[in-house]
Antibody
Framework: EVQLLESGGGLVQPGGSLRLSCAAS????????MSWVRQAPGKGLEWVSV????????YYADSVRGRFTIFRDKSKNTLALQMNRLRVEDTAVYYC??????????????WGQGTQVTVSS | QSALTQPASVSGSPGQSITISCTGT?????????VSWYQQHPGRAPKLLIY???NRPSGVSNRFSGSKSGNSASLTISGLQAEDEADYYC????????????FGTGTNVTVL
């Protein structure tokens, strides 16, 4: 059974940092691109970042580029998102999501339960 | 890259069919057969309903169907049921070199 379990969310002050993790199991992690998607309170889905199966390619939404870094630990089957210089508008539930077909394409067949990030003073 | 445009809300009575539209451009919806649809109930993670415009993952009811024409895609829910009351989002691959995906604005479906 495919499982994605996020952790690392919490309350942080503006300008602070957090690292989110997503522990993956039930599939061959190294064969699939993975993404982070967020949802601000009462708002729609916003794609944040994606990393290819090999880890060689990464992409970021304009709103987070230069502040967030996505990476994967193949030995631990873990996806991570390092978030620096956090802003109030980064407050959201953050989901990790698995690509359906492995490559960067935009169909996410499995999602984690989400982890709440709150940026507030 | 702007979000794909969806109606804010759609409603229908049990047993009816409803259609949700998703409008983009030739750089996303119109240019690729990579449109997906997701269902999200309050407080829950999204669930994939449709991928590659028309395909349903295993386990998804055949009451959900997708289509595309030009720069617009559609999700049709047939035989509307109370459990279909949720938010629905489309997404598409894009030609952008920096942002390969874009989501729709989301549609809230109400079962009357």
């Amino acid at each position: 059974e495919v499982q994605l379990l996020e952790s690392g969310g919490g309350l942080v002050q503006p300008g602070g940092s957090l690292r989110l993790s997503c522990a993956a199991s039930g599939f061959t992690f190294n064969n699939y691109a993975m993404s982070w998607v967020r949802q601000a309170p009462g708002k729609g889905l916003e794609w944040v970042s994606v990393i290819s199966a090999s880890g060689d390619s990464t992409y970021y939404a304009d709103s987070v580029r230069g502040r967030f870094t996505i990476f994967r630990d193949k030995s631990k089957n873990t996806l991570a998102l390092q978030m620096n210089r956090l802003r109030v508008e980064d407050t959201a539930v953050y989901y990790c999501a698995k690509e359906l077909n492995g490559h960067i394409y935009g169909s996410f067949d499995y999602w984690g339960q989400g982890t709440q990030v709150t940026v507030s003073s | 890259q702007s979000a794909l445009t969806q109606p804010a809300s759609v409603s229908g009575s049990p047993g009816q069919s409803i259609t949700i539209s998703c409008t983009g451009t030739s750089s996303d919806v119109g240019g690729y057969n990579s449109v997906s649809w997701y269902q999200q109930h309050p407080g829950r993670a999204p669930k994939l309903l449709i991928y590659d415009v028309t395909n349903r993952p295993s386990g998804v009811s055949n009451r959900f169907s997708g289509s595309k024409s030009g720069n617009s895609a559609s999700l049709t829910i047939s035989g509307l049921q109370a459990e279909d009351e949720a938010d629905y989002y489309c997404s598409s691959y894009t030609s952008s070199s920096t942002l390969p995906y874009v989501f729709g604005t989301g549609t809230n479906v109400t079962v009357l």
